[in-house]
């Protein structure tokens, strides 16, 4: 069975610009969870999306947002880069009522 | 203060050692507690999973959680230089709205020498 999966793997981008991270979840899975782990730290928590709602938003400046698709895809998408947003960003995928998430590979994006 | 405290070692140890990773944390509402594995450079596996207190065993694994001390442990029995890896303790409570956010501890930095 596939797991979550995301793209790109890799990413650079210059400071100023705009990013898209994709996120595909766990077949049946409904919900959507985005985190940022930076070198060293443990994942923080950006975004969680249910039934394409928002469900819940991490302390993330409103340069951060997120959506959902109807086949319950998502995209992370970070505004205005800035060094510091040079990061792991990682996907998870979880049941409707699931505590359990099940994360996907990451995107390591470098901000120069 | 952090809402969970882990220590990130890194600790080192012979193969077929016992190892012991903690966190505490601090959130008394927390109820679901978790345990991933992270292999350099990807995203982390789900090991352990447990609600509320008690102990879960699978395999070489165990996962203890005292909610009177706030306080979880992960122990590695038998370990294997196959489980060197960076462990992350992770938890959970149920938020208004429905949210299901984790908090992370930082990790621990574990490597098993043959």
């Known amino acids: 069975d596939a797991g979550v999966t995301q793209s790109p793997t890799h990413l650079i981008k210059t400071r100023g610009q705009q990013v898209t991270l994709r996120c595909s979840p766990i077949s049946g899975h409904k919900s959507v969870s985005w985190y940022q782990q930076v070198l060293g730290q443990g994942p923080q928590f950006i975004f969680q999306?249910?039934?394409?709602?928002?469900?819940g938003r991490g302390n993330f400046p409103d340069r951060f947002s997120a959506r959902q698709f109807p086949n319950y895809s998502s995209e992370l998408n970070v505004n205005a880069l800035l060094l510091g947003d040079s990061a792991l960003y990682l996907c998870?995928?979880?049941?409707?009522?699931?505590?359990?998430?099940?994360f996907g590979p990451g995107t390591r994006l470098l901000v120069l | 203060q952090k809402e969970v405290e882990q220590d990130p070692g890194p600790l080192s140890v012979p193969e077929g050692a016992i190892v012991s990773l903690n966190c505490t944390y601090s959130?008394?509402?927390?109820?679901?507690f978790m345990w991933y594995r992270q292999y350099s450079r990807k995203g982390p596996e789900l090991l352990m999973y447990t609600y509320s207190s008690g102990n879960k065993e699978d395999g070489r694994f165990t996962a203890q959680v005292d909610k009177s001390s706030k306080y979880i442990s992960l122990f590695i029995r038998d370990s294997q230089p196959s489980d060197s890896a960076t462990y992350l303790c992770a938890m959970s409570a149920q938020e208004s709205g429905g949210s299901e956010k984790l908090v992370f501890g930082k990790g621990t930095k574990l490597t098993v020498n043959p």
């Open positions: 959130n008394s509402a927390f109820q679901y």
């Open positions: 998870a995928s979880s049941l409707p009522r699931g505590e359990t998430q099940y």
């Open positions: 999306y249910y039934e394409k709602e928002e469900r």
